[in-house]
């Protein structure tokens, strides 16, 4: 067991904390806030990259689960400049925070929750400018994979919706304690999508592409069955033997649409 500061590190929390100062020198010149800018942190922590944030913005707000480090960061930081929401960011309500404008998200993110949160904040990307997140570096990979290589479900969901970078590697001597893998610094800010690339009904998108990948190594035609499978695939001009790691993101909206229309028929 890891103290830091006094603090025992809590695993079920992910709490892996940043130690090193050029990694977060770096991750403050990438997300580079400007004073106004409504900022959020997630998973503020020990305050690793709340103080810098502090020193270039004049009001932050966090939301933190552990109440323990909330008692410390209540105590560090006066509550005109930061805001602390105690709670699970899982369940957090993003969109209440924009209404002074859009905002500006980072966060060191507790590894061991990190798909959820992402899929979570999609929910919100209307009112987002920009995400900075630490990842595990194998989860960024897989995030801005393209169509033939690592891609997976969760690239296609957030290719949708956000344009993705991988900015820098971080390696795990940078945390305390250190995880056992390889770390990434990712930027995401939400598209623009045209409206030949909009998916009609979201919620059948994101089924669609949940079964397309449900089983990796089967082709789609028997993957996407319950949808038309090799009729659908055939009518849009796609092998029904391709499998879904082959498509693009504009190939698995064009399905959605086609579908959604019959639906509606
Ligand atoms: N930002 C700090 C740093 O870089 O040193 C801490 C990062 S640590 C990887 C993850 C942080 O997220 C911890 O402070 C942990 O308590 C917090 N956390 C874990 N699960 C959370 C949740 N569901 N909602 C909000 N915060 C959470």
């Known amino acids: 067991m890891s103290q830091i500061q006094g603090h025992q590190a809590r695993k079920r929390f992910g ?3 940043l130690v090193s100062p050029g990694i977060i020198r770096k991750i403050i010149d990438a997300v580079a806030p400007r004073a106004a800018d409504t900022v959020v942190e997630i ?3 020990l305050g690793a990259l709340t103080a810098p944030l502090l020193e270039r913005i004049d009001h932050l707000h966090v939301v933190e689960i552990d109440r323990d480090l909330i008692e410390r960061l209540r105590q560090r930081f006066p509550p005109e400049r930061l805001t ?8 957090f309500d993003f969109g209440a925070l924009a209404t002074a404008g859009p905002l500006k998200i980072v966060g060191n993110l507790p590894y061991n929750i990190s798909s959820p ?4 904040l999609a929910e919100y990307a209307d009112v987002v400018i920009e995400m900075h997140f630490m990842l595990q570096k ?3 990979d897989r995030m801005v994979a393209a ?3 690592d891609s997976g479900r969760l690239s296609v969901m957030l290719q949708y919706r956000y344009s993705m970078e991988r900015l820098f590697v971080v390696p795990p001597g940078s945390f305390n304690p250190a995880p056992k893998v390889d770390s990434a610094v990712v930027r995401m800010i939400p598209r623009k999508v045209g409206a030949g690339e909009t998916a009609t009904d979201l919620a059948l998108f994101a089924r669609l592409v949940q079964a397309a990948f449900s089983q990796r190594r089967k082709m789609l035609r028997n993957t996407l069955k ?16 391709a499998r879904a790691e082959t498509l693009a ?17």
């Open 138 to 140: 194998e989860v960024v």
């Open 226 to 241: 319950e949808f038309g499978g090799e009729s659908l695939l055939e009518a849009q001009g796609i092998a029904p033997t």
């Open 84 to 91: 602390i929401h105690a709670g699970d960011a899982l369940e």
């Open 147 to 149: 169509p033939g290589g």
């Open 117 to 120: 949160l992402l899929f979570h």
């Open 43 to 45: 998973g503020p922590g």
């Open 249 to 265: 993101v504009g190939d698995f909206v064009r399905l959605a649409n086609v579908l959604a229309a019959q639906q509606t028929k």
């Open 15 to 17: 709490q892996n904390f």
